[in-house]
């Protein structure tokens, strides 16, 4: 039944002559893996190509479909804006005028039959026209003359009349056109353009109000480029410029800020603007509406900030214009002030106030005054001013306009907890910020401006009494009434978190409403009263407190009681004493701040102090403002303060 059966349960030996082992057991890992390995690496990528074959094949068909759908689009387009070309040239014959693009332009303009045909040929031209077709361009500038002959002066439309979208696609194409006019050889006819821009601006303000941006920066490009080719009449370049510029902003609707935001960003940045027509820009805008889309502008993220966007010579154009306008528009109100008018223009000056301070007293004759180092390590001397700039600029620190501050001001009369909430509170912070901004601007000034600070008046708040009083007292009333000088003269400690809230003392107290602004109004009397004290003498000094007699001097009537003197005192060496104790903290520095002898602050040697400390201005101290001010550091207020309280006790 078995016959190969032999008794032996030994396996019979097996004799491969071929080299091939069948036993799948005998090969070992290190014989396996190097024949193995390669066959592994090749299957996968194979398998990875065939995949990758399959999905682009299941993609071909779909992307066949796109590319098919794409062109069949464009070709019917491209069909049907041809066949508007030709209805609308068609049209435009049956009338007696040529349909060949290049005669369009150059033909004599007959009006329209009547104004639902003139419509019918703008709806058509919107359709099919293209900035860079130079064909479309002749049509605009031929449409541009049979509209301006056939439709009567357009008055603002509705939202729902039948002209409105149109007319908004006629003026996004005119700006389109204009906008692709590098030269004048490329737009043979742009006063036309520029009338039916108008006509476009007048009729539908509101609704071309959104693209004032587009608008604006055009009208600024046109102003430098055809500006200096002199294309047209000079008096016929105004009255055109003029006309467009006002368009927009003349009526008053619910995107009015729109249209005054592009015309400041876009054209107040163009340079050597005719005086005449800022005089008539003057008559035709609302000051109060630019005032408030550049403090709108200001206010705005810092990517999309006016500040960051805008280079420092167009900033500088722009501030010019800007009190220009301003003060002929005041023209009637000169010394009253605005407080959203102050704000902007301290937030611009205190910007370009280093820009200022480099450039004011430079002039084409003298290059040494203020120099840049260049990557050549060569002093490359910084440009002037320009007179109109130059000139709006000194404005600011004129005798009048410095002194006219405080003249249609109040004296606050408010409580302590009232204060960050109150009208008169913000008035009188704007004041002070704006002061403090020309300080910082104008370093040379310095002194005078004090001076003419010192000697302007406030309205005195009873009507009983004098009819003004002293700014020193007007500023030191409105001062002493804010929570921060009760404060600190009460705990100096407080002062940490007052000076820095982010200080790690103040951040177990709760933050203080009005912060910013009760500094500043704090600040500016720290940097008056010293002016006060170098004019007064002793006598003054101590019995002029109540001096309230008109006839007596202005210093003596600027005296301040001995009880105020004791309590401004006790606020400054609580102040100082913290800001020296607690300086690193203040600063935000780890590292304790060396320890000086009470002796070396009062001893007026500050370059030997520096000398024997030389790490004690931190570049962290030094980074570090009060109540964002520009250079009111911690190192210049302890200087501030330290010198008044020395002149105080000198008058012992």
Aim: net charge positive; with cysteine.
């Amino acid at each position: 039944m078995f016959p190969s059966f032999t008794g032996s349960t030994r396996r019979p030996r097996q004799v491969n002559l071929s080299g091939r082992n069948s036993n799948p057991f005998a090969a070992t890992a290190s014989s396996r893996q190097p024949s193995s390995a390669p066959a592994t690496q090749s299957t996968v990528a194979h398998a990875q190509a065939e995949r990758a074959l399959r999905q682009q094949e299941r993609r071909r068909l779909p992307a066949a479909v796109t590319i098919q759908r794409s062109w069949r689009g464009y070709h019917s387009r491209r069909t049907a804006r041809t066949a508007w070309r030709r209805d609308w040239d068609a049209r435009e014959e049956t009338d007696h005028m040529s349909g060949a693009p290049r005669v369009i332009g150059k033909s004599e303009s007959v009006p329209y039959k009547s104004e639902a045909a003139c419509l019918h040929q703008l709806i058509l031209l919107v359709h099919f026209a293209s900035p860079g077709d130079r064909g479309d361009v002749h049509r605009l500038q031929h449409f541009a003359r049979r509209y301006r002959d056939s439709v009567s002066p357009p008055n603002p439309v509705s939202s729902l009349d039948l002209w409105t979208f149109p007319l908004l696609r006629l003026g996004k194409f005119i700006i389109s056109v204009l906008k692709e006019s590098k030269s004048p050889a490329t737009c043979v006819n742009m006063p036309t353009l520029l009338e039916l821009l108008c006509a476009v601006a007048t009729a539908v303000p509101q609704q071309l109000s959104p693209y004032s941006m587009q608008y604006y920066g055009v009208l600024g490009t046109l102003a430098l480029v055809y500006g200096k080719e002199h294309q047209m009449d000079v008096c016929e370049q105004e009255r055109l410029g003029i006309m467009v510029i006002v368009a927009p902003l003349r009526p008053k609707h619910s995107r009015s800020a729109d249209a005054y935001k592009g015309f400041a960003s876009q054209f107040l940045r163009v340079p050597d603007i005719p005086i005449s027509m800022l005089r008539i820009l003057s008559t035709e805008i609302r000051i109060e509406d630019l005032t408030l889309a550049l403090d709108s502008l200001l206010s705005s993220p810092p990517a999309d900030s006016l500040l960051q966007i805008r280079g420092q010579d167009e900033l500088l154009w722009l501030t010019s214009y800007f009190l220009y306008l301003h003060r002929l528009t005041k023209s009637h109100h000169p010394s009253s002030v605005d407080a959203i008018y102050v704000s902007v223009l301290s937030r611009l000056i205190s910007h370009l106030s280093g820009d200022i301070a480099s450039r004011i007293d430079a002039n084409s004759n003298t290059s040494s005054v203020d120099t840049v180092t260049s990557a050549s390590a060569l002093p490359v001397p910084r440009s002037p001013l320009p007179p109109f700039v130059r000139a709006e600029v000194m404005n600011l620190v004129s005798q009048d306009h410095v002194s006219s501050l405080l003249q249609h001001a109040a004296t606050p009369n408010i409580s302590t907890d009232e204060l960050p909430l109150a009208e008169r509170k913000k008035q009188i912070s704007a004041l002070a910020v704006y002061a403090l901004t020309l300080l910082r601007a104008f370093p040379r000034k310095g002194d005078e401006i004090r001076m003419w600070l010192f000697y302007g008046t406030a309205p005195a708040v009873d009507a009983s009494k004098s009819s003004s009083i002293p700014a020193i007292k007007y500023y030191y009333n409105a001062a002493s009434q804010t929570k921060i000088f009760s404060l600190v003269q009460s705990d100096p400690t407080r002062a940490v978190g007052l000076l820095n809230p982010s200080a790690r003392r103040a951040a177990k107290e709760p933050v203080l409403p009005g912060r910013d602004e009760q500094w500043q109004i704090i600040l500016l009397f720290l940097e008056l009263y010293p002016i006060v004290l170098k004019v007064m003498d002793d006598e003054e000094f101590l019995t002029g407190a109540n001096a309230t007699d008109s006839n007596k001097s202005s210093t003596r009537r600027s005296a301040l009681a001995l009880e105020q003197v004791r309590d401004l005192s006790l606020f400054l060496k609580s102040l100082a004493f913290s800001m020296y104790w607690n300086a690193s903290e203040i600063a935000g520095v780890e590292e304790p701040e060396n320890k000086n002898s009470i002796a070396e602050y009062f001893s007026g040697n500050l370059a030997a102090l520096s000398d024997h400390h030389p790490d004690a201005r931190t570049p962290r101290s030094q980074e570090f403002t009060i109540a964002g001010l520009p250079g009111m550091t911690v190192q210049y207020m302890k200087g501030m303060v330290t010198g008044l309280l020395r002149m105080i006790y000198e008058r012992e």
